[in-house]
């Protein structure tokens, strides 16, 4: 399962927001910085508007009040989407990498029948 395979440096975001909103977070703000307020954060604050006012408080809990570096994670992110049923092409669009990279990543994808050769 995914869970197994989270980075440490991963593991505060997913612990707090879960896989979904994590992913949506990483996936939006990835590589930018943003200030966690806390209770101060109100609705307009861009990471409030991606994964709620509540879940800010409780990430600005878990890693300090203060400006943070939103990972990319962009592998874990694709083997999230893989685990989604996305397709490679539709993952390298979403995390911004190349087609070659994705499946350098994931692997071939665990259902992938591969043709016999006929002699």
């Known amino acids: 399962m995914i869970e ?11 612990d707090v927001l ?3 909103r994590a992913v949506a977070l990483f996936l939006e703000l990835g590589g930018s910085q943003v200030y966690l307020a806390g209770r101060r ?10 994964i709620g006012k509540q879940q800010v408080t409780r990430l600005a809990a878990a890693l300090g009040d203060s400006y943070i ?12 989407l893989r685990d989604q049923g996305k397709s490679d092409n539709e993952i390298a669009r ?26």
Not at 69 to 80: E, G, H, I, M, Q
């Open 41 to 50: 954060s109100g609705e307009r604050a861009l990471a409030a508007r991606i």
């Open 4 to 14: 197994s395979k989270v980075p440490a440096h991963l593991a505060p975001y997913i």
């Open 69 to 80: 570096k939103v990972p990319l994670a962009r592998r874990w992110v694709a083997s999230v």
């Open 94 to 119: 979403l995390i911004r990498a190349d087609i070659a990279t994705v499946r350098r990543w994931l692997g071939p994808k665990p259902d992938a029948d591969q043709l016999s050769l006929l002699l």
């Open 18 to 20: 879960g896989t979904e």
